[in-house]
């Protein structure tokens, strides 16, 4: 089946249309359990996010959040870390307790373990309510990366070199990035609704990609094409070779 693709002019319009679908997730179901990404692309959405639950259009006092992945050997408090800049960005902006936020700790002495006690709770909780993710340029979904099974829950994952490359963006200086331990696939297929965000020319290819057939483990982007209720939203340029 196809994802659901909805396209808008420009960063900032995509943005608040995201922001908008996970408003009307927490205004039918407050206590909605949401998995996002760090990074880039979803941080026009942590604004409007920030912005309306500033102006009371949306309370997030009852739901939970689960990150969706990691770098190995890091952890809150460094530079660069996903749950470093998740709390940046968004968690302490709408002010989410401690008790709402499930994230892998990267610093875990059993990398294994950690991976177990995220699956148990997400099963624990029936699941992701809603997942949100961006999507790598050579098709990667959280952190699984090319050659990823299907039948993959919360995992460490071999980093691809074109993570390691595009992962310095986030650091301030050069960082070794070897492993990410992720939520997995099969948490993506089984999530209530699964939303990719993309833009810019250079996901272009990307979409096209994601969108072509064979749906194949190569490119883990077409997985979403198995999704019940996935919806891809893009700005024009993301767009422009699927129009």
């Not at 608040?16 to 949401?34: Q, S």
């Not at 998740?86 to 373990?113: E, H, S, Y």
């Not at 301030?172 to 297929?189: A, E, F, S």
Request: aromatic content about 6%; glycine content about 8%; overall charge negative.
């Amino acid at each position: 089946m196809t994802p659901k693709i909805s396209t808008y002019p420009d960063y900032s319009t995509m943005s608040i249309a995201a922001a908008e679908r996970v408003i009307t997730l927490l205004n039918h179901k407050p206590d909605a359990i949401l998995c996002f990404p760090s990074g880039s692309t979803p941080l026009g959405m942590f604004q409007a996010l920030v912005a309306a639950n500033q102006a009371g259009k949306v309370d997030f006092s009852k739901c939970i959040f689960v990150g969706l992945d990691e770098w190995v050997g890091l952890g809150a408090g460094d530079d660069g870390s996903c749950r470093d800049l998740l709390d940046r960005d968004f968690l302490k902006p709408i002010g989410l307790r401690d008790n709402q936020i499930v994230f892998f700790d990267g610093k875990a002495i059993d990398p294994q373990a950690e991976c177990d006690r995220i699956n148990h709770i997400v099963e624990g909780l029936g699941g992701l309510d809603l997942i949100v993710l961006g999507v790598g340029m050579n098709g990667h979904l959280a952190l699984n990366e090319p050659g990823t099974p299907w039948d993959t829950y919360a995992h460490i994952s071999e980093l691809d070199p074109v993570t390691k490359e595009v992962g310095q963006k986030y650091f301030n200086q050069p960082t070794t990035l070897t492993q990410g331990i992720t939520v997995g696939i099969r948490h993506i297929l089984e999530s209530k609704t699964a939303i990719l965000l993309a833009s810019g020319k250079s996901k272009a290819p990307v979409i096209q990609r994601a969108l072509a057939f064979p749906v194949s483990k190569d490119f883990p982007a077409t997985v979403l094409q198995n999704h019940l209720n996935a919806e891809i939203i893009l700005d024009a340029e993301a767009a422009e070779l699927i129009a």
